[in-house]
């Protein structure tokens, strides 16, 4: 038995019992109505037509104007429910969905990724749906929601889970042969279970960001774009800067040094538009390793002090087990128990060759699956272009110890 106990269930169920319960209705009446007069005027009893009656305007009106109303009460609690699928709650949580050839990724606000969908019970949710390669369809069946995901469209749908437990995630648009393994869950956690798992999981912040709010920066720079008493720090790489030297107006483009000097002589280039406010950091109040930290952070580049990354759970995010398996089993690609120490037989430019794996050969096959293929393998495996050199790394990393 489905749950009925959660607002989107209650959506869906309420049209579909409705529809199903008029139509069930006028099958029935129809049809004993239709027997009843076949037996009532069979020709044994009424051998003569016994009347001259050729229409009824009054009965026809009826027959007209009540199945129109039928048909439109309807449509009206039909697309009542519908925008009540598609107005999300206020409050609600954001994640985001990817469907890729064979397997979900969902990804949190603050940049964490799972495979499974874990969210707060008791609490609406918006998934934002999106496909990175063919038509994927995001089906909930104990919530009823059900939704397209195709590439290119960004679709969305919300739900809310009554309470804590698992509820299965279907992909119901046949995408390949990997089709039937797009199943996962949401993971409905109590509001303590789910307190506990944000902080167990949480990606460390970077230490830029720290160092920003730990010296004050934040109290004249924001980091989201808007601008303060200072420019904002948000996504700074490569930017171009009228900036004024002595009097005399520049413009330079924003590198390293540039904001190494930014913070080490604060007063050396002034931002034009800006007041000349911004006080100096020297070694004593800023070291020299969270100065490096934080040119790290405004030109976007990953947080080198944090632990490194975790090349075995980046495969299994990262839907690479959707088509690998890790412990010998066939699959849709060979497998990557053993990969760095079996031969193996590729083909580049139609021509075989055999070789063992190395750190450049997983890195192209990674980056660049088609140049070469391994043989006996269908060449389907999507280049990894979502993930960051580092992840790149780490993943390469980890199969090397395979
Ligand atoms: C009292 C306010 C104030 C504080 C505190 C402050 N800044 Fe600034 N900052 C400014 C102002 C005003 C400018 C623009 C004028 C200039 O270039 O000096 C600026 C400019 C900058 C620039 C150049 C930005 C660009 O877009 O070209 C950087 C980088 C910067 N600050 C980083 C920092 C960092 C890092 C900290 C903390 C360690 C910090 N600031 C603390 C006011 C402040
Ligand atoms: C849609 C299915 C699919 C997905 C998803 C996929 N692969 Fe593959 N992969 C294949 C297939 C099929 C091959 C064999 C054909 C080829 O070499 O392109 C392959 C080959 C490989 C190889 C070379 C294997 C060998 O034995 O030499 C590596 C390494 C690899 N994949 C890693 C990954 C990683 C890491 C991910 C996740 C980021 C991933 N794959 C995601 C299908 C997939
Ligand atoms: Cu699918």
Same mark, same amino acid.
């Given at each position: 038995? !489905?749950?009925?106990? $959660? ?17 069930? *209705? !006028?099958?029935?009446? %129809?049809? =004993? ?16 037509? #016994? ?18 109303? %039928?048909? *439109? #009460? ?22 985001s969905a990817t469907a890729r050839?064979?397997s979900w990724q969902f990804e ?5 990724r ?15 749906l999106q496909s990175t390669?063919?038509?994927? &369809? ?11 995901m ?18 299965? =995630? ?12 797009? %199943? ?22 970077? /230490?830029?960001?720290?160092?920003? /709010?730990?010296?004050?920066? %934040?109290?004249? +720079? ?41 913070? /080490?002589?604060? $007063? ?15 070694? @004593? ?7 490096? &930290? ?6 976007? /580049?990953?947080? #080198? ?14 839907g690479?087990?959707?088509? +690998? ?6 699959? =849709? ?53 979502y ?6 790394? @780490?993943?390469?990393? +980890?199969?090397?110890?395979?």
């Amino acid at each position: 038995m !489905l749950p009925t106990d $959660n607002p989107t269930a209650q959506l869906v169920d309420g049209v579909m019992i409705y529809i199903f319960g008029l139509s069930l *209705l !006028l099958l029935l009446g %129809i049809t =004993i109505v239709t027997i009843y007069f076949v037996v009532k005027y069979r020709r044994s009893r009424c051998p003569e037509p #016994t009347s001259d009656v050729d229409h009824s305007i009054v009965l026809e009106a009826i027959w007209t104007v009540l199945p129109t109303l %039928i048909v *439109l #009460t309807m449509f009206w609690y039909g697309w009542v429910n519908y925008v009540g699928l598609t107005e999300v709650p206020e409050g609600a949580m954001e994640v985001s969905a990817t469907a890729r050839m064979w397997s979900w990724q969902f990804e949190y606000a603050d940049g964490r990724r799972e495979n499974r969908l874990f969210v707060p019970a008791n609490t609406p949710v918006k998934v934002r749906l999106q496909s990175t390669d063919v038509i994927h &369809s995001f089906f909930v069946p104990a919530f009823r929601i059900k939704k397209d995901m195709v590439p290119g469209l960004e679709t969305y749908v919300w739900f809310e889970a009554p309470k804590p437990g698992s509820y299965d =995630i279907f992909c119901t648009e046949y995408c390949g042969v990997g089709h039937a393994d797009m %199943i996962t869950t949401i993971e409905a956690l109590s509001a303590e279970d789910y307190a506990a798992w944000l902080v167990a999981d949480a990606p460390p912040e970077h /230490r830029g960001l720290v160092v920003l /709010r730990e010296q004050g920066c %934040i109290g004249c +720079h924001s980091i989201d774009g808007t601008p303060g008493i200072g420019p904002s720090l948000f996504e700074l790489a490569g930017s171009p800067r009228q900036v004024e030297i002595d009097g005399q107006t520049t413009e330079i483009t924003i590198d390293d040094d540039y904001l190494i000097r930014a913070i /080490r002589e604060a $007063n050396y280039e002034v931002v034009q538009g800006y007041p000349a406010m911004m006080p100096s950091y020297d070694e @004593a109040s800023l070291n020299n390793d969270d100065l490096q &930290s934080l040119v790290d952070y405004m030109m976007g /580049r990953p947080d #080198t002090t944090s632990a490194p990354l975790d090349g075995a759970r980046l495969i299994e995010i990262n839907g690479c087990t959707g088509c +690998h398996s890790t412990d010998g089993s066939p699959s =849709i690609g060979p497998t990557f128990q053993g990969i760095s120490s079996r031969d193996i037989t590729i083909i580049r430019d139609g021509k075989e060759v055999t070789q063992q794996a190395d750190a450049d050969y997983l890195l192209r096959a990674l980056v660049d699956p088609s140049v070469e293929t391994v043989k006996g393998y269908p060449d389907i495996m999507p280049p990894s272009d979502y993930l960051s050199p580092e992840e790149l790394d @780490a993943i390469v990393e +980890h199969l090397l110890q395979q």
